[in-house]
């Protein structure tokens, strides 16, 4: 090669290389005047994408977030989240050091149970104190309570459980005193115990055994443990909550235990010797764990359980002498609860399908606008790729402006969705900033949701444009229309009954997990909304099918339209005889649209009437009334009973007993008649019969019990009154069947042993809640009650105590008015309160995850005006389309008016056919979707969901969109109807 | 005595751009009498469609009067103006302007049902219509299986549907073949004789001015009327173009 081939193959790459950029610079130029000529289409494609992800980023972005600001907040309100125990003396230091250098673990603080002395000054050692009510001066006793030795750090977590009158404090030279210890020392001293009071108080560092008789004084041992003049910092009460001083200290149904009769003590006014001595003696401490939230909810909320769990094991497994409780029913209550209300917003996921939909279908109508376009370049030579990167390049240029915009968007939304409707204004703007501390943004789910949403329009614009191309080049021909009609129709038909075997299958899954269970746990959760996302698909075939045969109901109505339209009828049906396909389309997105209006809206409906029905059950009946304290309950029947306005009363003796070695349960006893005729129960309540036949099986006098036939047997023979009611689910799980004789031990307090009859089945009860499961909304620790006759617990047990009673009023009752009286004679007893568990978690999460009800309207509301768009992008498309003709027709002879009409009247009769069979589908949609959604809808099914149609929000939201799609079309034909006709005719040839 | 009834007196139309001013219709006059057949002669683009298309109320005068019956017709509402097209006006589109997705028939029941029969009505009426244009069996063709001619013969029947007073033609041979184009203008002379109807019809066809009482030549926005026996013999020579353009100088 010489000098000059050289310079002249230089002079070609870079030619080349011009020529290169030339093109790309003139391609991006074209598509930039190409979007900017297409504006309005451009705009409302990249507003659909925009919309669909940003959503998708949203949940995403919202999910991470949120997690971590519940799970916080929520670790905040809980005392600790463990307690460790041991039975070896001196044994806990080592496990202590090595509890708190777990990097899971925040701080440790130690609790050393022991009892106080109060009015001991004076009192000789051999001074008899017990049996307590013959101690020798009883005229100048000596008052003796339970202490809890604490440090004031262990006092800020632990007044988490308390309601204190004073400030809640435990400094040097402090105590705090309990309520019911304050009216015992003011007895005994003579004047009203309060906050301020200062008090000599002696801290025993031993607790006699009362059994080989050490009844003096001097087996106490406070001789270095008295303490003079300690100010009585604050005076509490015991408010009922499930954490781990209730668990530690609580007494039956929370009352408190020897929380109710105890003093608080600093820990740092003790020596430790003296802690020592307390330790060798017996008197063993505990060790109060508190978690780091950061590390606990590292791995998101749902592995929360497991992350808690397996701290235990850890102590456990090292120090075999040492036993770990846990919160592990309320942290996974939290779990579920937030995999619950999260889980729920994928009823969101019908909206957003629309919205992909509406995308495609613009992107649709964009491509047929531009036929000729296509038509035009082909004819200038472009070849079928050219044409396709043409679009593929609008295509990134459309996609990078809407996910920028869509990340920008989902950031603000995660934030300001739960950022509204607080209770420190309409906008929290501390929430705001908040959440934006705790801004989590996952790649990965930013990534997924990218390539579903632009995949899917990229795929959608492309395969039009293909078809278009080919058809251009006649490339169809290569198959008859008839063979693409029964491909087409064989891949659509083969999609639908693939899904709908996948649909029944998880229906079938479904069924097997939630069989005999009332409280839906994570798996219940995700294969309920697995079923859901088949089950919409399976809709929205469902819907394309229907429109089909719509498409040809809406061209036989001829007789109709000449009711309805007299002699405009001609007209219109002859422009819906046309089967343009985006008539087509319409129909399908009219059906769909209102299909999943109606099932939203009746979805809506269906889960506010339960949770309100679910509220008055789980409340028992008129009147609810619950003890702070466990009380007598005949006397609270008998004084209670007698307040004017009260019609009948019964409580509940309640006691907790062991089955088995494993399972705990909380036995109720009952009036099976009283409880029949106050309760609120339903015809679920008990399993194959009603509440009567099922109560009175407790009843001495009526009880027709026995088995024949299993589980639901006939029942034939009397049996005695020791029947026991438990629940479907233990019933199913032990293989148990009716009239089985069971033994039940262990109850509390007494040593008996009672053998007792399996004479009913029940899932719930008014006032008590599910039979099985952790019910955190009725604030209940264990997992399962029974129901026994009452006079059992009194006569048998001696169990007279209990905290709840349910009452009915008279006609015409004020049950404030009795609430007031009730309250004021009682100040322990609470009366209908708003909440039966005010800490319910689940009111704790709404406050950062809206409830289900809310996402349902949420979705309809931007379903409504996604249908009113899509209304007014093809109203305003075959607009377009019609407009020679429209001139023609003016041109004819005909009035504006009637052309108008004629336009209104069509979108109308679309609207009328569709909402004819929508509404009801969706009606139709909702009944069927409740047989397997219920876990996403309620915690728990403490009554049956059924469907409840509200007609009027139904009638507002289906009404919305027809009018706000008519008024919008208003402009529209207003704009088409100002083009000159001549104009029209000239342009459009 | 001849009884005018529309009357046009200095007519003016302009269409502006950014770029210019053009004039179209320079102050034009002339008059119709009922019964009458007027053939617009002009080369394309001096203003025959828009003369028809301001006489029929499709379009607006930047100036000047037309006058039906003495009364000013773009002085009207736009619903009167649609009354006096609908029951005054045929109009037969020079590019057919029917529906396709409606059937020769249909297309010819659209005036009928605008004004207001019955569908029944306006089908009977309409066959008759179809047949009288020669187009009885092709009645539910739909347009895109319709030859030109018979599109034409369509647009006819369409146009003489609500038994106008005046029809108006814009270039009815202008897509035809000569054959098709002498039957379809036979046929529109024995409708308009038959109905009593006037007929104004426009072309660059100097040989079409043999069938018109009047002839009104469109020269540079202006006109020039002349009778049948008064006008010219024109040709398709280079002396007949210059005529019809205005121009003798013209190349």
């Not at chain 1, 401490?285 to 590390?295: D, F, T």
């Not at chain 1, 009673?805 to 609470?830: H, R, Y």
């Amino acid at each position: 090669m010489n000098e000059l081939d050289k310079f002249v193959g230089e002079e070609e790459e870079i030619s080349k290389y011009k020529k290169a950029i030339s093109s790309i610079s003139f391609n991006i130029k074209l598509i930039w005047k190409n979007i900017i000529n297409r504006r309005r289409s451009i705009t409302i494609i990249i507003l659909g994408l925009v919309f669909s992800m940003s959503i998708l980023f949203t949940a995403s972005i919202w999910s991470s977030t949120s997690q971590k600001i519940i799970a916080d907040d929520y670790l905040q309100t809980l005392d600790y989240e463990m307690y460790v125990s041991t039975f070896l003396p001196n044994h806990m230091q080592p496990v202590f050091t090595y509890v708190l250098d777990d990097p899971l673990v925040e701080d440790v603080h130690w609790y050393y149970p022991t009892v106080a002395l109060f009015n001991f000054e004076g009192k000789a050692d051999n001074y008899t104190w017990y049996p307590e009510e013959q101690q020798d001066d009883l005229d100048d006793p000596l008052s003796i309570s339970a202490a809890h030795i604490v440090s004031s750090a262990a006092m800020e977590r632990i007044k988490l459980n308390l309601e204190v009158d004073g400030d809640a404090s435990l400094n040097q030279g402090e105590i705090m005193i309990s309520y019911v210890q304050a009216k015992q020392l003011g007895v005994i001293y003579n004047k009203t115990i309060s906050p301020g009071d200062q008090i000599s108080v002696a801290i025993t560092r031993y607790i006699p055994n009362t059994d080989i008789g050490e009844h003096q004084m001097v087996y106490y041992d406070i001789d270095d443990t008295t303490f003079e003049n300690f100010t009585i910092s604050g005076i509490y009460k015991y408010v009922g909550k499930n954490t781990i001083i209730a668990k530690m200290l609580g007494g039956i149904g929370n009352t408190g235990g020897v929380l109710l009769d105890s003093i608080f003590f600093p820990k740092e006014s003790l020596g430790i010797e003296d802690l020592n001595i307390m330790d060798s003696n017996g008197l063993i401490p505990k060790l109060l764990v508190k978690v780091s939230g950061q590390e606990l909810r590292a791995a998101g909320i749902a592995d929360m359980p497991d992350t808690i769990y397996a701290l235990k094991e850890r102590i456990e497994f090292r120090y075999w002498h040492a036993f770990a409780n846990i919160l592990s029913q309320e942290i996974q209550a939290m779990a579920d609860e937030y995999t619950r209300s999260f889980g729920s917003t994928v009823v969101f996921l019908p909206t957003i399908a629309v919205s992909i939909i509406l995308t495609i279908l613009s992107s649709q109508m964009t491509v047929r606008k531009r036929k000729e376009e296509i038509a035009y370049l082909r004819s200038k030579g472009a070849v079928s790729g050219q044409i396709i990167m043409m679009f593929f390049g609008e295509f990134l240029l459309i996609s990078t402006i809407s996910l920028v915009l869509s990340i920008g968007i989902g950031i603000l939304l995660s934030g300001l969705i739960p950022s509204f409707g607080h209770d420190d204004g309409f906008f929290s703007k501390e929430f705001f900033s908040r959440y934006f501390s705790y801004l989590e943004i996952s790649p990965y789910y930013i990534e997924i949701f990218t390539v579903l949403v632009l995949g899917i329009y990229l795929g959608m614009t492309l395969y039009n444009v293909i078809t278009f191309v080919r058809k251009d080049i006649h490339e169809s021909q290569i198959m008859t229309k008839r063979g693409q009609k029964i491909i087409k129709t064989s891949v659509k038909v083969g999609s639908f009954v693939l899904i709908l075997a996948g649909f029944i299958f998880l229906m079938i899954e479904y069924y097997r997990q939630v069989a005999g269970t009332s409280s839906f746990g994570f798996s219940t959760l995700s294969i309920s909304i697995q079923a859901l996302l088949v089950f919409i698909v399976l809709l929205f075939f469902i819907c394309y099918f229907i429109s089909l045969g719509i498409n040809k109901i809406i061209m036989k109505l001829g007789k109709v339209y000449k009711t309805l339209f007299k002699r405009n009828s001609f007209m219109i049906l002859k422009n819906l005889k046309r089967q343009r396909k985006n008539l087509t389309d319409l129909t399908f997105f009219l059906v769909l649209t209102i299909c999943l209006l109606t099932t939203l809206v009746t979805l809506r409906s269906s889960t506010i009437y339960n949770n309100e029905i679910e509220d008055d059950y789980r409340m028992g009946a008129d009147l609810r009334i619950e003890s702070l304290l466990s009380v007598n309950i005949s006397y609270m029947e008998e004084t209670l009973g007698q307040i004017e306005g009260i019609k009948d009363i019964t409580g509940f003796q309640t006691i907790r007993a062991l089955w088995g070695t494993q399972i705990r349960i909380e036995v109720y006893g009952i009036d099976p008649d009283k409880f029949l005729e106050i309760g609120r129960w339903t015809d679920m309540s008990f399993v194959n019969m009603t509440a009567e036949e099922g109560l009175m099986t407790l009843d001495e006098q009526q009880a027709p019990i026995a088995v024949a036939g299993g589980v639901f047997g006939v029942f034939t023979e009397k049996t005695s009154e020791k029947g026991l009611i438990l629940s479907n689910y233990l019933v199913r799980r032990l293989d148990l069947e009716l009239g089985a004789e069971i033994e039940v031990a262990g109850f509390t307090g007494s040593g008996e042993t009672q053998f007792l009859t399996i004479t009913g089945v029940i899932e719930s009860a008014p006032g008590l809640g599910v039979s099985h499961g952790y019910d955190p909304k009725m604030n209940r620790e264990t997992d399962d009650w029974v129901l026994m006759n009452k006079k059992v617990l009194i006569e048998e047990l001696d169990v007279h105590n209990g905290t709840l009673l349910l009452a009915s009023m008279k006609e015409g009752a004020n049950a404030d008015q009795i609430k007031q009286e009730i309250e004021s004679m009682f100040p322990f007893l609470t009366v209908n309160p708003e909440q039966i568990n005010p800490d319910y978690i689940g009111y704790f999460i709404d406050k950062y995850i809206p409830p289900v009800t809310v996402i349902l309207l949420a979705g309809a509301i931007i379903l409504n005006v996604i249908g009113v768009i899509y209304i007014l992008i093809s109203t305003d498309f075959i607009l377009e389309q019609r407009r020679r003709e429209n001139a023609v027709l003016l041109a004819l002879g005909g009035n504006q008016t009637k052309v108008r009409g004629l336009l209104i009247s069509e979108v109308s009769t679309f609207l009328a056919v569709t909402l004819l069979i929508g509404g009801p589908l969706g009606i139709a949609a909702t009944a069927f979707s409740l047989l397997f959604i219920k876990p996403l809808l309620v915690a728990e099914e403490v009554i049956p969901l059924v469907l409840h149609v509200d007609g009027l929000a139904l009638f507002i939201i289906l009404a919305s969109l027809c009018l706000a799609a008519l008024f919008g079309m208003i402009p529209i034909i207003r704009k088409q109807m100002k083009y000159e006709i001549v104009q029209e005719l000239r342009a459009i040839v | 005595m001849a009884d005018s009834y529309i009357k046009v007196e200095d007519l003016i139309k302009t269409y502006s751009s950014k770029a210019e001013v053009l004039v179209v219709l320079n102050g034009i006059d002339f008059e119709v009498d009922r019964g009458e057949i007027i053939c617009f002669l002009g080369t394309s683009g001096s203003g025959k469609t828009t003369t028809l298309n301001l006489l029929a109320g499709i379009d607006k005068p930047s100036a000047g009067k037309i006058l039906y019956d003495k009364n000013e017709i773009h002085s009207w509402s736009l619903n009167q103006l649609a009354e006096y097209r609908l029951n005054e006006i045929g109009f037969i589109f020079q590019d057919f302007y029917l529906m396709e997705h409606l059937t020769a028939l249909e297309n010819i029941m659209i005036p009928l049902i605008l004004r207001g029969e019955t569908e029944d009505m306006a089908k009977e009426y309409s066959v008759d219509l179809l047949h009288s244009v020669g187009l009885g069996r092709k009645a539910l063709s739909l347009p895109q299986e319709l030859s030109s001619g018979e599109k034409q013969r369509v647009c006819v029947a369409r146009a003489i549907a609500n038994s106008p007073s005046l029809l108006i033609a814009d270039e009815p041979t202008g897509t035809l073949d000569t054959k098709t184009g002498d039957g379809i203008m036979e046929l529109l002379l024995n409708l308009v004789k038959k109905n009593n109807m006037s007929l104004i019809y426009t072309s660059h066809d100097p040989y079409l001015t043999r069938l018109a009482d009047k002839i009104i030549v469109l020269q540079k926005g202006k006109v020039s009327q002349y009778s049948q026996k008064e006008f010219p013999e024109v040709g398709y020579d280079k002396a007949s173009f210059q005529f019809l353009v205005g121009d003798e100088n013209h190349e």
